[in-house]
């Protein structure tokens, strides 16, 4: 029983870190929000995840990978995406299986690339899994739920043009972080804001900032109402804040929403290029935008707003002796 006990603990525990939490409980509640929500949707994403954990246990797996849940936590966010984009069918079940029986692999063969730069998959090996599927969905009969990506994102109408400014900012940032785990529900979102809230105070106000900063860079950007009140151009924002809110590596307020931001502009440059060829950008911008900021913390590297002149004068005086060395040298010559 105690296994089993800690086993459950850790399946959730690994759950919870698609908010960067290593808490059973919170994974309970958002598996919980989600069968509330999209009950079709939670049962596919406990199916790859259970999987995932599975083969994690069973067969050699890297110690990060099993203390993170990577592998449990990829094949969720598998199953939320394929139900999502795909219309129930017995070859969509199909497919479901075969990818988290694939998934695995992915997770692994991306962990032995990345750690070379000191970086983490976090959940690129299920968008890699899901392109695969999208792109070969007419040769497995696959149907795409056209109202889960539009090709032409800019042309949307808008949400509700009847309401106020405010109220449809405030919609459009829980619509974001409902989209984030593929239930473009607003009700959704402030479900599971208010459930981060309650573990953890401090990074459901990066979450909710973060997203907030992404999502008025693409109201400053649109030229209308429309894409902006979906959350397409803001649904990575808020987890790239509470990502670097949560790394051991100190990130200020300051570093962290300008990355937020930054976001944005990769998430609308991601879905200009992939759309032509006919990829939608799933979570890449948030992955992009992280691996950005683990990068560019480059030992003994300053990254303040304005080089440090102490650090210039070592090297000046490096300089100093070797002057003095050529001048003896024409000298004695």
């Not at 790859?48 to 994690?56: E, I, Q, V």
């Not at 890699?128 to 497995?140: K, Q, R, T």
């Not at 473009?184 to 106000?205: C, E």
Request: aromatic share 16%.
């Amino acid at each position: 029983m105690k296994k089993i006990s800690a086993g459950i603990q850790e399946y959730l525990s690994g759950i919870a870190n698609a908010f960067f939490l290593d808490h059973p409980l919170f994974g309970a509640g958002l598996l919980l929000l989600v069968s509330a929500f999209d009950f079709r949707a939670f049962l596919i994403a406990l199916y790859s995840s259970l999987l995932g954990y599975a083969f994690s246990r069973n067969y050699s797996t890297p110690k990060v990978l099993k203390h993170y849940g990577l592998i449990s936590l990829n094949g969720f966010f598998f199953g939320l995406a394929m139900a999502h984009f795909f219309e129930s069918s017995v070859t969509l079940y199909l497919c479901v299986l075969l990818g988290s029986l694939a998934l695995p692999y992915f997770v692994k063969a991306s962990h032995e690339v990345l750690q070379h730069w000191k970086l983490s998959p976090f959940i690129f090996p299920y968008i890699a899994v899901v392109w695969i599927f999208w792109l070969s969905a007419p040769g497995f009969s696959l149907t795409l739920n056209p109202q889960a990506w539009p090709p032409e994102i800019a042309a949307l109408p808008g949400l509700h043009t009847a309401w106020g400014l405010p109220l449809r900012l405030a919609d459009a940032l829980f619509l974001s972080a409902g989209r984030l785990l593929f239930i473009p529900n607003a009700s959704f979102g402030l479900a599971a804001t208010a459930l981060l809230f309650v573990f953890s105070p401090r990074r459901a106000i990066y979450f909710i900032a973060g997203t907030g900063c992404a999502l008025l860079g693409s109201y400053l950007l649109s030229t209308g109402a429309g894409v902006w009140e979906y959350g397409y151009f803001s649904y990575s924002a808020g987890l790239v804040g509470l990502g670097l809110a949560s790394f051991p590596q100190k990130y200020s307020w300051r570093t962290i929403f300008i990355f937020c931001t930054f976001s944005c502009f990769i998430t609308i440059a991601a879905d200009q290029f992939l759309k032509r060829i006919g990829l939608p950008a799933l979570s890449l911008p948030y992955v992009l935008t992280l691996w950005l900021a683990i990068l560019s913390r480059v030992p003994r590297i300053s990254l303040s707003w304005a080089p440090d002149q102490r650090l210039l004068v070592p090297a000046r005086a490096q300089l100093k002796p070797a002057v003095h060395d050529v001048h003896e040298s024409e000298n004695a010559a």
